[in-house]
């Protein structure tokens, strides 16, 4: 009598992935830049620093105003200013205090933390901006009453767009150098310093190659496809130069 043997079926064993969802990435992110001191206090400054220009500028002007746009876009700018830090802060600032290690232990697919980071720290500049906004024009309302509110929204949607524009070239800065502080000086002086220089001596140049005044150019419908592809060009270069040094920085 034969015995018959079965033969072991081999399985091949499926690893499963333990990192999180992308929304769920995303939001774990936004809670991480919410969970600092700093971070909380770049969102209190960034929330806050439009309405404030806004309430020293009407309770001082000695006319009244005739439209909202401009007030609402130039200091809208200044907390697309500060939304900047908050990009840094989201990505050098792993990198400056070491938590890098645990991030890339717990997703180590650099490309999609980056992207990660990047869709963060886009819609809390973009929130953040508008929440800005939104007490600037309730403030204006108030104030200046008499003014015009033609291209109002659309003022409001250009500083959401900022926002987030500005967020994200500070989260591909910082990701590039890997500095909190280098990051932040670097940014800084180029915004706030190289590029005012350049439009006092060669405003033709600066003109093609300033964020801020592309924003302010969108804003007021002037040179739609050039104000879209500056700030096109800003956001690739940032995100790519940050992506790139991620993968190749060896983490300490």
Do not use: C
């Amino acid at each position: 009598m034969t015995t018959a043997v079965a033969t072991p079926v081999h399985v091949r064993p499926t690893a499963r992935r333990t990192s999180p969802s992308l929304p769920t990435a995303i939001w774990l992110e936004v809670r991480k830049s919410l969970s600092t001191r700093s971070g909380l206090a770049l969102v209190l400054a960034a929330t806050l620093i439009a309405p404030a220009a806004i309430a020293i500028a009407a309770g001082t002007a000695s006319e009244p105003l005739d439209n909202v746009l401009g007030p609402l876009v130039v200091t809208g700018m200044l907390s697309a200013l500060v939304l900047v830090s908050l990009g840094v802060l989201s990505t050098a600032g792993e990198w400056s205090h070491g938590s890098v290690q645990t991030t890339f232990l717990l997703e180590p697919r650099r490309g999609r933390v980056m992207a990660t980071k990047s869709a963060a720290v886009a819609l809390m500049g973009a929130a953040i901006a508008v929440v800005g906004s939104g007490l600037s024009a309730l403030l204006l309302l108030v104030m200046e009453p008499s003014a015009s509110w033609d291209g109002g929204v659309r003022a409001i949607g250009m500083v959401a767009m900022a926002g987030a524009v500005f967020a994200l070239i500070g989260a591909g800065v910082g990701a590039a150098v890997g500095n909190t502080p280098g990051a932040m000086t670097g940014i800084y002086l180029l915004d706030l310093g190289v590029l005012p220089v350049l439009q006092v001596v060669k405003p033709e140049i600066a003109d093609k190659i300033d964020p801020g005044n592309a924003v302010l150019s969108l804003a007021q419908g002037d040179h739609t496809a050039l104000s879209i592809t500056i700030l096109a060009v800003w956001v690739g270069v940032a995100l790519v130069a940050g992506t790139v040094m991620s993968r190749r920085r060896q983490v300490q």
